[in-house]
């Protein structure tokens, strides 16, 4: 069988085989260099990884671990929920080690790993994409150097595998359309349910799969392998989707509820919020890849446009569209309700500028847009590109920005990774809304990013006319950015809670056995930090979720500072333990007497 091909343009006419730049040991060079750009990227950020930075996405990962790693009894959490795959990935950790700070270090490392493993398949696409060897390593590297990628890699999440399986359904995509045997097609399909296995936004690769294999059924070569993986595919992910929601469930207090803010926008679609969503999260993508990714969307936009109008057929120019678009519409209408701008009553930044959920799913299409331009991509292409800029950064600063909170929180850094170079011109302070974006006001942020976004896509159309010279730029230009947007994260541990257990076991028989009480009245937020964080960083202890209609049964009790049931249960509080509003408390009884006679607390 002969391999069908697909050209990707640089030009918006047709488009010859391309004819690969001239290799040199110069490029190999670059390529080494670009490589070695990404790994110091990767662990100047992961430094900083002592300990997890949020009790909700990463917990949820590393004791669902717990759970794959064969212990019993692992601590509830008060989450929405994870799926499995990352979890599992990791749980052979917890075999050698219970310290929660070891685990942390060594699945962050593992987490990294999987992110540079994404390499691999870029690679493989950027070759397809009429780059030779060296040229693709540099390509591939310097689109992982980009902040929102290695901006994450201080992080233990499912990111780094949702990002790894996209790049890898694209490339088994692209092998299938090119010999499609049941085995690539298989490999396939694996690769997209595995995602499916990793989060539920990788739904909606099952979704474009379908479509794209449904539009295979014209292809006489296509036709029987294409009709039996759908056949296959879309009732296996809907088995798997189920599988990977009981199992997130084993470690929860509640039911599974992630996808709930897409479910509240889905049911009360506000149309002038989507559009302000849709400019800001695109704006931020720009921002956060200097506009390399406006270069990749026209090149992609022209492929498969050139695939369905001219050559009558889906190939992989449609399905890597496909998956991209499936991508930002899911984060656009994530976000596109009122409620999800705001944590605790107080205004989010982050939410209006989300980079985290887009990030994976263009990768490829950034890879797409330096392929080109190092492949001297045509001035009209080029200009449909930068006048796309120009259309949604006009459509920020003059009709959007003014009316969007920049003093906001960033309650989770990673979900702006992309924009933490940027942090520094976020005001702290309220300010007046509407406010006109200028270069001098308190909204200058807004100015200030879209004039660099547009000088970065001058400079790189300039240097494209040389592209060993561009190739040098985006290598020093993607490493500087991410060292500017190198994150110092606060890691919220609850030390003081963990000081207090450790004075109180200076005088138990071994390791204490711990109740948290989750209806003492504290603040909804103070209680599942505090349930989250406890459950994980005081392991290997008992920890258990209790309720007031429960019976505390354990050693000691977690409780709120000024717990009512102190006086009931003759509790002593532990000085100095206190963290987000929780203390540490020891029931009247034996271990009690002891703590007062070596002098940890005292009665009153």
């Not at 798997?240 to 996808?259: I, T």
């Not at 807004?446 to 547009?454: G, H, K, R």
Request: glycine residues 8%; negative net charge; contains cysteine.
């Amino acid at each position: 069988m002969q391999a069908a091909t697909s050209v990707m343009p640089t030009t918006l006419g047709s488009s010859p085989l391309p004819s690969r730049l001239r290799d040199s040991r110069w490029w190999w060079v670059l390529a080494a260099a670009s490589v070695a750009m990404l790994l110091l990227a990767m662990y100047v950020v992961s430094r900083s990884a002592i300990a997890p930075r949020t009790p909700w996405d990463e917990n949820g990962v590393l004791e669902l671990a717990r759970v794959f790693a064969g212990q019993d009894d692992v601590p509830l959490m008060i989450t929405r929920g994870y799926y499995p795959l990352a979890s599992i990935v990791i749980a052979p950790i917890w075999w050698f080690t219970s310290d929660a700070a070891t685990v942390y270090a060594w699945a962050n490392l593992v987490s990294n790993v999987v992110g540079f493993a994404t390499i691999l398949p870029l690679i493989g696409l950027a070759r397809r994409m009429g780059l030779s060897t060296p040229q693709a390593i540099l390509a591939s590297a310097v689109t992982l150097t980009l902040p929102a990628y290695t901006g994450l890699a201080d992080y233990v999440l499912a990111e780094q595998f949702v990002g790894f399986l996209l790049v890898l359904a694209a490339y088994l995509a692209y092998r299938y359309w090119e010999r499609p045997t049941f085995g690539r097609a298989g490999l396939l399909a694996l690769a997209l349910l595995a995602g499916v296995f990793t989060h539920p936004r990788m739904i909606v690769g099952i979704g474009v799969a379908a479509i794209w294999l449904a539009g295979l059924l014209v292809s006489r070569t296509h036709r029987l392998t294409a009709g039996v993986t759908l056949a296959v595919l879309v009732p296996a992910s809907l088995l798997v989707n189920r599988a990977a929601k009981a199992l997130a469930e084993l470690v929860l207090w509640g039911d599974f509820s992630q996808g709930g803010a897409l479910q509240r926008s889905l049911s009360d679609l506000d149309p002038v919020l989507i559009m302000k969503i849709a400019f800001s999260q695109t704006w931020a993508q720009l921002v956060g890849t200097l506009g390399l990714v406006a270069f990749g969307a026209v090149v992609v936009a022209v492929w498969a446009g050139r695939e369905v109008l001219t050559e009558r057929r889906f190939g992989p120019g449609v399905f890597i569209l496909g998956l991209s678009l499936a991508g930002c519409l899911v984060s656009i209408l994530n976000w596109s309700n009122l409620g999800a701008h705001f944590y605790n009553a107080e205004p989010r930044l982050d939410s209006w500028l989300y980079t985290r959920y887009i990030a994976p799913f263009v990768l490829v299409v950034i890879l797409a847009g330096i392929a080109a331009l190092l492949r001297r991509m045509s001035l009209a292409m080029i200009g449909i590109a930068v006048g796309s800029t120009v259309v949604v950064v006009a459509g920020m600063l003059t009709v959007f920005a003014d009316s969007i909170p920049t003093w906001g929180s960033t309650y989770g850094p990673g979900n702006v990774a992309a924009l933490r170079a940027w942090e520094g011109m976020w005001p702290t302070e309220p300010h007046a809304i509407p406010l006109t974006p200028t270069l001098t006001g308190p909204n200058r942020f807004w100015v200030i990013a879209s004039l660099v976004v547009l000088a970065a896509q001058a400079v790189t159309v300039v240097l494209s006319r040389w592209p060993r010279v561009l190739a040098g730029a985006l290598v020093v230009g993607a490493a500087w950015y991410a060292h500017l947007s190198d994150p110092s994260l606060a890691r919220e541990l609850p030390d003081r809670i963990e000081s207090g257990i450790d004075r109180v076991e200076t005088v138990s028989d071994g390791l204490v056995a711990i109740d948290v009480d989750i209806d003492c009245g504290a603040s909804i937020a103070g209680r599942d930090t505090t349930a989250n964080w406890v459950g994980y960083w005081l392991s290997p202890r008992q920890v258990d979720l209790v309720g007031d209609e429960e019976a505390f049964a354990a050693d000691v009790v977690i409780a709120c500072d000024d717990w009512d049931l102190a006086a009931d249960l003759g509790a002593l509080n532990v000085p100095d333990s206190s963290n987000y509003g929780y203390s540490v408390w020891v029931p009247a009884g034996g271990l009690q007497d002891n703590l007062v006679d070596a002098g940890v607390l005292a009665r009153p």
